[in-house]
């Protein structure tokens, strides 16, 4: 009887410290936005063009563009990460690198052409790769260009996987969860990773 306790008690922990440890990396979903959430907030993304314009000095202000890093270069500024700012932030960023060398620098920020929002299905899917979408695509449209799940597929543990300036971040969520509404069905971020077992 005392042992059968103490496998009780041992099998208990166990599967405690797995659950622990599971979602112990994983991000909260309402972190996570929505398509609607991020209607008129226009993410910078790998490839694109940007028009940067200084107020008053012109031979600061131009082109640039967004490298496969996740940054571009301009004058007395150097590198500086743009991927996934919004423009808004994206010039707050370049006003605080300049104020050493303009007093009260004023920065705008025009795109002059957009690069597609590049994803990718990992895993158990139909059709796993590389996807490109032209405009914003949420979570449950991406998993449709992968033509669904594989059979066997684990819909209740779907991971998503984020670059973000703090590293990694990770957010598990349930296929049948988001078709209910009882989860966010969010909008996927240029490089995001979508992995299923």
């Known amino acids: 009887m005392k042992r059968n306790v103490k496998t009780s008690v041992a099998l208990i922990f166990l599967l405690c410290l797995g659950a622990c440890s599971f979602g112990g990396n994983t991000q909260p979903l309402t972190d996570l936005p929505t398509v609607a959430d991020v209607a008129g907030q226009y993410r910078v993304k790998n490839g694109d063009s940007l028009m940067i314009n200084v107020w008053g000095e ?24 743009a991927e996934g700012k919004t423009l808004p932030a994206l010039s707050k960023d370049i006003e605080a690198k300049l104020k050493d060398f303009v007093t009260s620098a004023s920065v705008s920020i025009s795109v002059i052409q957009s690069a597609p929002v590049r994803y990718y299905l990992s895993g158990s899917f139909l059709k796993p790769g590389e996807y490109f979408s032209a405009e914003a695509i949420s979570f ?11 059979p066997f597929a684990n819909t209740s543990a779907i991971i998503i996987i984020r670059k973000s300036d703090a590293g990694e971040l990770r957010y ?26």
């Open 172 to 197: 598990r969520l349930n296929y049948k969860s988001v078709i209910s509404g009882t989860e966010p069905n969010p909008v996927i971020f240029p490089g995001d990773i979508i992995a299923v077992e």
């Open 58 to 81: 012109p031979r600061l202000s131009g082109e640039a563009g967004v490298r496969e890093d996740g940054q571009l270069s301009m004058p007395l500024v150097g590198d500086l990460r």
């Open 140 to 150: 449950l449209q991406a998993i449709a260009t992968g033509g669904g799940f594989a």
